[in-house]
């Protein structure tokens, strides 16, 4: 193995060492701005620094969170002190990772479907990126479960841009976080996310080897398999990991170091038990670790808290980092209602 790949798989390493998970602060400026508006913040420049700085100055974030994702905005600012975000992450020991898709497009003649956009200039981006300080990237594609979706055009377009950003991520040296999201909105059942989850998994990873991507030198970042949000019948926590887990085991080779789940909407605290719950019931026997790459599921506490108003900030740090504890806990199976209470207490 060259020295390239070994760079690669030490990244790897150190994204998943100490039951550490990632932070995903990657929302674009129109995600961010609307989860400012719901809370009736102001949706500007200035206002997303300040909320991205109570963030990285979070006391103690390195012990829980090895890498931080952010989006092209965020890796240029600075603190109100002038220090980059970068140099913040890295002085406390956090991985900065940056996320270059650039969002989803209606897909042509495919009504209700989704194509993620970013390759052209991609090569370029992440040469730049990487001499900024990055050291792996994020790529999000997305698919709705509904009346004939995702079609396999959709399927196979969405999995070979994944595996296409993945390649060039690798050739410049960063560590492709692979994130296709089966959505968990609509009324499918488990039985059906999971049917779903594992067909797009099986394209992914078919085009992932036929465009040569070092297995052993990514993350993959899917969605947890869960009941769809108005489904009537709800599964439950131990159903949900057992079925994640499941499905994951028919699709996801054993070189994949990895696997970060995203949290997709579920309430913060319900991520975490189902994350505990894989763990304590399958980890012994498992090929890869499961971790997490959550943003709502760490941030929307804290972002509740702080409301933009710097009285707030250590309060909202405190609960930021009360998440990122719990998840990590949740990553040995050792998280417990009683710990969630007593630490946000
Ligand atoms: C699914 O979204 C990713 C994980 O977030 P959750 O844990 O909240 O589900 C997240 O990293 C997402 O990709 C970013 O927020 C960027 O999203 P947009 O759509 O703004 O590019």
């Known amino acids: 193995m060259g020295p390239k790949q070994q760079a690669l798989l030490a990244t790897t390493q150190a994204l998943l060492v100490d039951d550490k998970g990632l932070l995903a602060m990657d929302e674009s400026i129109p995600t961010c701005n609307r989860r400012f508006e719901a809370l009736g913040l102001p949706q500007t420049e200035d206002a997303r620094r300040d909320y ?4 990285v100055n979070t006391p103690k974030l390195g012990a829980f969170i090895s890498g931080a994702i952010l ?6 600012q600075k603190t109100l002190e002038g220090t980059s975000f970068i140099n913040v992450l890295i002085d406390s020991g956090i991985l900065p990772g940056i996320k270059v898709d650039m969002g989803t497009q209606e897909m042509a003649g495919h009504a209700g479907e989704r194509i993620t956009e970013g390759l052209d200039g991609l090569r370029e981006r992440l040469t730049q990126y990487g001499e900024m300080g990055a050291r792996f ?3 999000r594609a997305v698919f709705s479960i509904g009346e004939g979706m995702p079609s396999q055009s959709c399927i196979e377009t969405n999995a070979q841009d994944l595996a296409r950003y993945a390649a060039l991520c ?3 040296g960063l560590v492709p976080v692979v994130e296709p999201e089966v959505l968990m909105e609509g009324e499918h059942t488990l039985e059906q ?3 779903v989850t594992e067909e797009v ?3 992914v990873f078919s085009q992932l080897y036929a465009q040569r991507v070092i297995l052993e030198g990514i993350i993959l970042k899917p969605n947890m398999v869960l009941s769809g949000s108005t489904c009537p019948k709800q599964a439950t926590v131990n159903e949900a990991a057992d079925a994640t887990v499941t499905c994951l085991l028919q699709a996801v080779p054993a070189a994949v170091p990895g696997i970060a789940f995203l949290s997709g909407g579920q309430p913060a605290e319900l991520a975490t038990a189902r994350l505990n719950a894989m763990n304590v019931r399958f980890k012994s026997r498992l090929p890869w670790a499961l971790s997490f790459s959550f ?3 760490i941030q929307q506490p804290a972002l509740e808290i702080w ?3 710097k009285m707030n900030v250590k309060a909202a740090q405190q609960t930021l980092l009360h998440r990122a504890r719990c998840n990590t806990a949740a990553r040995r199976g050792d998280w417990t209602e009683d710990a969630e209470r007593i630490g946000a207490a």
């Open 71 to 76: 989006c092209d905005e965020t890796i240029r």
């Open 170 to 172: 690798q050739e410049a």
């Open 307 to 309: 409301r933009g108003d």
């Open 137 to 139: 990237a994020k790529w």
């Open 193 to 195: 996310c999971s049917a």
């Open 52 to 55: 991205r700085e109570m963030i």
């Open 295 to 297: 943003a709502r599921a």
């Open 201 to 203: 998994l099986h394209e």
